[in-house]
């Protein structure tokens, strides 16, 4: 895949479950956070939030990854223990729902963490 200039680009590149549960993603950001700003960091579709970083997402052959930085995955150990994890990223299988509520929680965790880094 060439470089995306935006997330609709990036999504075009999936196919149509993937790009499904893509979208339900960048829409949930957007409901829970509508001053959220997209881009494209890392050539993933990204979302910025008071000038920093709020979650990155990609899709991969099994699984998309969702990237919300190792301290949100520290804050929800526990409800993130049926999903495999690594230090700053949450692997979400094609297989399984979207676990939108625990997702919802994990944005505002990380907007507030954002406001508090803003602060200082």
């Excluded at 494209?40 to 709020?54: E, R, T, V």
């Excluded at 994890?85 to 994990?106: A, N, S, V």
């Amino acid at each position: 895949m060439s470089s995306p200039e935006n997330i609709d680009q990036y999504m075009a590149g999936f196919d149509a479950e993937v790009r499904k549960k893509l979208r339900t993603i960048r829409e949930l950001v957007h409901d829970t956070l509508p001053e959220a700003v997209e881009s494209i960091s890392y050539q993933m579709p990204a979302f910025k939030y008071n000038g920093k970083i709020l979650v990155y997402f990609a899709a991969f052959k099994n699984h998309i990854g969702f990237y919300a930085t190792p301290e949100s995955n520290l804050a929800f150990k526990e409800e993130l223990s049926e999903y495999k994890t690594t230090k700053g990223t949450i692997q979400l299988p094609y297989d399984k729902p979207l676990p939108i509520e625990l997702l919802r929680k994990i944005i505002l965790f990380k907007a507030a963490s954002n406001e508090v880094k803003k602060k200082k």
